[in-house]
Structure formats: structure tokens, C-alpha cells
């Protein structure tokens, strides 16, 4: 008897080779076949009038001068006609725009500033009570007496530099003796050493089976899925 693993291996039955009648619609016959004329189809009288073609329509062209009728030119405009062709006339109060550089008269030029226009154009200045009081007088802003506090003057001064602050380090230096004559340690020239890359798929061998896969067993539910499927035998 051959094993699981044979009977797996074995090729699919082509199944085609004997079909099945019972999924299938077979004809024991052939149809026969048609001598006659095949099957006439007669068009409406709408498909009939949309499968000609169009009839094109010569155009006179007209030409765009044309002869003025004698009653056209006899014609007498009236009154309401009249009324309509003239032009609209501006609107009450209406003055043409003024020049962007309008001439001074002499009076402007020689006018002198009287002494309350002088007063309005003097600025503004915010007036401060003194006190709490009613009777306090109002005093500038100017004239009052202003002192920054401890903390504001603790923070206005600038910050110094650090003592151990260095400044930056010239592009060039020199170096040191000790620098130059130094001899690298077998520990860092193992670690400055790249590592070793091997190339994809380099000593595989795909052949291999490993000695865990070929002490496997497959479990119930495996062995369970691998059983075929039971299939309905043909009556005769």
C-alpha cells in the first residue's frame, strides 16, 4: 500500500476526459441545419427617414448693403423719438473734476494764522493726576519723577561670558608630538576594520532538510485536512 506522501505525489486525473453528464448539458444530436433564407428585418418609417442622408440648402447670400425703402427715407421722426435721441444731460449740482495741481489765490498765499490756529495746531499732551485726591492739579508726564526697579535693572544688565567659556578654535592648529608618533592599539584597528559581508544567498544550499524537520509529525488536524474529499460514485 503506498504511502501518504506517494499518493499525494501522484498527478491530478483529468477530469475532462470522461465528463460528467450530470453538470453538463449534452446534446445527443447535433442541431440541424438552416438551408433557408435567414430571418428579414424590415425598418420603421422613423428609421427609414433617419438613414437618409440630409439635404444641404444652397443660402443666397445676402449682401450687407441694402437699397432704403422710399418710405424710409420720407419718414418723419416725432416728437417722443426726438425726446430720446438727446444726449443725457448731467445731473443738478454737477462740477467738471478739478485739476491735481489746483492754482492758489493770493489770498491763501498771503493769509497769516491767527492766534487760535496756532493754539489747535500745537500736539496733544495726556495730562496725570498727582495724588488721589480731587483737589490734585493736573501735571505732564514729562515732570513726573520715574525710576526702574530693582529686578527690571537686574535684568537690563548683559550677561558675561562664562570663565571657562574659550572662544572658537582657529581652523588651523598645530599638532601635538604626541599626536603624530602615536601607534594604534590591535583593538582599534580590529574595531576601524569593516565587517565582513557576505553575499545574498552565499554557502545556502536549498537541498538541506534539517534534522528537526525530519523528525516532524504532522498533528490530527493536518492529517485530518490531507484526507480527500469523499466524492459520489456513478450510478450505472
Not at 443738478?92 to 485739476?99: H, K, L, S, V
Not at 489765490?105 to 500745537?122: F, K, N, W
Request: charged letters at 25%; aromatic letters at 6%; one cysteine or more.
Amino acid at each position: 500500500m503506498a504511502t501518504r506522501t506517494q499518493q499525494l505525489a501522484q498527478p491530478k486525473a483529468n477530469r475532462l476526459r470522461y465528463p460528467d453528464r450530470r453538470s453538463v448539458h449534452w446534446l445527443d444530436k447535433l442541431p440541424p441545419e438552416r438551408t433557408g433564407s435567414t430571418t428579414k428585418i424590415e425598418l420603421s418609417h422613423l428609421w427609414s427617414d433617419l438613414c437618409r442622408s440630409k439635404k444641404f440648402h444652397t443660402q443666397v447670400t445676402i449682401s450687407p448693403i441694402w437699397k432704403v425703402s422710399e418710405r424710409a427715407l420720407r419718414a418723419v421722426a416725432s416728437e417722443r423719438l426726438r425726446s430720446l435721441a438727446q444726449p443725457r444731460a448731467p445731473a443738478a449740482g454737477w462740477q467738471p473734476a478739478r485739476p491735481l495741481l489746483a492754482p492758489l489765490s493770493r489770498g491763501t498765499q498771503t493769509a497769516v494764522a491767527t492766534s487760535r490756529i496756532c493754539q489747535l495746531a500745537q500736539p496733544k499732551r495726556r495730562q496725570v493726576l498727582e495724588g488721589s485726591g480731587h483737589k490734585s492739579k493736573p501735571v505732564p508726564v514729562t515732570h513726573l519723577p520715574s525710576k526702574a526697579s530693582a529686578h527690571i535693572e537686574l535684568l537690563a544688565t548683559p550677561k558675561h561670558n562664562h570663565p571657562k567659556f574659550k572662544g572658537e578654535r582657529p581652523v588651523c592648529w598645530p599638532v601635538s608630538r604626541a599626536a603624530r608618533n602615536y601607534t594604534a592599539s590591535q583593538r582599534l584597528l580590529d574595531l576601524s576594520s569593516p565587517k565582513d559581508r557576505k553575499a545574498p544567498f552565499e554557502g545556502y544550499d536549498p537541498y538541506v532538510v534539517s534534522r528537526i524537520a525530519r523528525s516532524a509529525g504532522p498533528s490530527p488536524r493536518i492529517q485530518q485536512l490531507c484526507l480527500p474529499l469523499p466524492r459520489k460514485c456513478s450510478s450505472k
